[in-house]
């Protein structure tokens, strides 16, 4: 997740904090129950993008994107793309 859209980035119980950074933030979650063939979990993740901040990345805006990966037993086996971060 692009670093400067958290509120207070240190502040995320799981953010990988050898693995982040001033530009990205890697966050890690794990689940309290098997997760099934067909099963949805939700991580929500707090962010905002004002008009000061998208003023300020203007020309890196469309780059940027946050990533979620699933890994079962190490093996990663679901990729989702995160593209449209707006300014709200």
């Known amino acids: 997740m692009p670093t400067p859209f958290l509120p207070e980035p240190r502040s995320f119980v799981a ?3 050898d693995r982040s950074g001033p ?16 099963d949805s979990n939700e991580f929500k993740i707090p962010y905002r993008v004002d008009s000061s901040l998208y003023d ?3 020309g890196v805006w469309d780059s940027w994107t946050a ?3 699933a890994f079962v037993d190490g093996e990663l086996v ?3 793309v995160v593209s449209d971060l707006q300014n709200f």
């Open 56 to 58: 300020k990345y203007d």
């Open 67 to 69: 990533t979620a990966r």
């Open 78 to 80: 679901e990729e989702r």
């Open 23 to 38: 530009d990205i933030t890697l966050l890690r979650t794990r689940l309290k129950r098997p997760l099934l063939v067909g």
């Open 15 to 17: 953010r990988v904090d």
